[in-house]
C-alpha cells in the first residue's frame, strides 16, 4: 500500500507565491507518473500538472501553464509544486497522486489514471 502525505496549504494574496509537497511512503512504490489535480465544490477535479517520474518530463494543464513548476526528488520520494503568481480562481482543494502502471500520454490528464491520492490541501488565494 502506498501512502501520499502532502503538506499543508494555505492563504496566499493574489499574485503571491505558495510551494506543496507530498511526500510518498510504503511498499511496492515504483511510480510511473505522479500527478497533482485540484478540485473545488460541485465541480470535476482539474488536471494540473504530471511528471514522468522517470525521466522527469513534465504536463501543464493551460489554466496554470507558465505559473506553476512540478519537481521530484526520486531520493525523498517527493513531488513538489511550485505555485508562482497566483490568481484567487486557484483556490482549490489540491490532490497529489500516483500511477504505478504505464499511463500513456494522451491519458495523463485523466484522473482515473492514478490510483493512489492524498488526503488534499486547501490553497485559498485571496486578499
Known amino acids: 500500500q502506498v501512502q501520499l502525505v502532502e503538506s499543508e496549504g494555505g492563504l496566499v494574496q493574489p499574485g503571491g507565491s505558495l510551494r506543496l509537497s507530498c511526500a510518498a511512503s510504503g511498499r511496492p512504490f515504483s511510480p510511473y507518473t505522479m500527478a497533482w489535480f485540484r478540485q473545488v465544490p460541485g465541480k470535476e477535479r482539474e488536471f494540473v500538472s504530471a511528471?514522468?517520474?522517470?525521466?522527469?518530463?513534465?504536463y501543464y494543464g493551460d489554466s496554470v501553464k507558465g505559473r506553476f513548476t512540478m519537481s521530484r526528488d526520486k531520493a525523498k520520494n517527493t513531488v513538489y509544486l511550485q505555485m508562482d503568481s497566483l490568481k484567487p480562481e486557484d483556490t482549490a482543494v489540491y490532490y497529489c497522486s500516483v500511477a504505478q502502471n504505464r499511463v500513456i500520454t494522451s491519458s495523463i490528464r485523466r484522473s482515473e489514471s492514478y490510483s493512489y491520492w492524498g488526503q488534499g490541501a486547501q490553497v485559498t488565494v485571496s486578499s
Open positions: 511528471v514522468r517520474y522517470g525521466d522527469g518530463n513534465t
